[in-house]
């Protein structure tokens, strides 16, 4: 899969490109089904799959006092296209310029002269363009015109209820990581370098990992204590995870702190993956060392419980 920043690194012509536009974050069940069809449209014409994105998220830009949290960084998101099967994805910088750019131009200077789109697929509620008015309606009108045929695909549901990403930030921050990574197709993740703390866990007979989010706009699940897997090194352990400000300490930053199960190495400064399986319970101050020994005690023996049941 080619992966090209902006539109000036762009071949002189792609092979009968099939596109969608978008910003695709999380890349979920809804997100795949509309790919799946960029693929299948491009395998019928003998094209090329393409994903046309935005970098940042068109809402920092916009409207960036209530841009949502991402749940995937770009260098998350590359891997998971490839997976898919797309041969390019195209990253456009998302600035002010292109932000009040009609959806009319857009369609006719990058979708057609820029990348020679035969094929566009859109989510049926997707809008692009000023005042958003690159709808599916407009995109039937212009089709005939500017030599690109339309399909217009359904939203993916779960219980009735449409798979956006905004339904899964909200299921994150109610700490329902479970019913999140249903969404997703995958249990939600996250990667990070393993940082010094405060060493308290290790004074305590726990020792933890504390997770060092390269990238401030990750969307977070709720505080509370999750049952995780922890890729290190290539291999995979369960783990207990603490995500919150660690209030028997005394509040502080929010921090992510991993005790992972049945290993004890010198890892610091390594990049390991956190793996969102289930919730344990919300975080809670303890009146005492001793009384917190006993609930992570116990929250170690339900993520083993958790994943042993797994496996069966």
């Not at 958003?132 to 939203?155: I, Y």
């Not at 993740?189 to 401030?216: F, H, Y």
């Not at 995780?228 to 005394?250: K, L, N």
Request: hydrophobic content about 40%; charged content about 30%; proline content about 6%.
């Amino acid at each position: 899969m080619e992966v090209y920043l902006g539109l000036d690194g762009l071949p002189d012509g792609m092979v009968k490109p099939v596109a969608t536009i978008g910003a695709f974050d999380g890349i979920h069940r809804g997100h795949q089904q509309l790919l799946g069809r960029v693929n299948a449209r491009a395998k019928e014409i003998g094209g090329s799959g393409v994903l046309v994105t935005f970098e940042p998220h068109p809402q920092q830009v916009i409207a960036p006092g209530t841009a949502p949290p991402l749940l995937t960084s770009r260098e998350e998101k590359i891997p998971l296209l490839e997976s898919i099967g797309l041969d390019a994805v195209v990253i456009l910088p998302f600035n002010r310029k292109l932000s009040e750019m009609e959806a009319e131009d857009f369609v006719i200077g990058i979708l057609k002269e820029a990348i020679g789109v035969r094929f566009l697929v859109l989510g049926h509620d997707h809008a692009f363009g000023k005042g958003r008015r690159g709808r599916p309606e407009l995109l039937r009108q212009m089709a005939p015109e500017h030599g690109f045929d339309l399909e217009v695909v359904e939203a993916v549901r779960d219980n009735g209820n449409p798979i956006t990403s905004t339904l899964i930030r909200n299921l994150l921050k109610e700490g329902a990581v479970d019913k999140a990574g249903k969404l997703l197709g995958r249990p939600y993740d996250m990667k990070g370098l393993v940082e010094k703390g405060e060493q308290r866990g290790r004074e305590i007979g726990w020792p933890t990992a504390n997770i060092a989010l390269p990238l401030p706009e990750k969307c977070l699940p709720g505080d509370g204590i999750y049952a995780v897997r922890t890729i290190v090194r290539d291999r995979v352990y369960a783990g207990a995870c603490s995500v919150g400000v660690r209030p028997t300490f005394g509040s502080g930053s929010r921090t992510i702190e991993v005790h992972i199960l049945d290993f004890n190495e010198d890892i610091y400064g390594e990049s390991v993956e956190v793996r969102f399986h289930q919730r344990i319970r919300d975080e809670r101050a303890f009146d005492g060392v001793e009384s917190l020994v006993k609930q992570i005690e116990s929250d170690v023996a339900e993520t083993r419980s958790i994943f042993e049941e797994e496996e069966h």
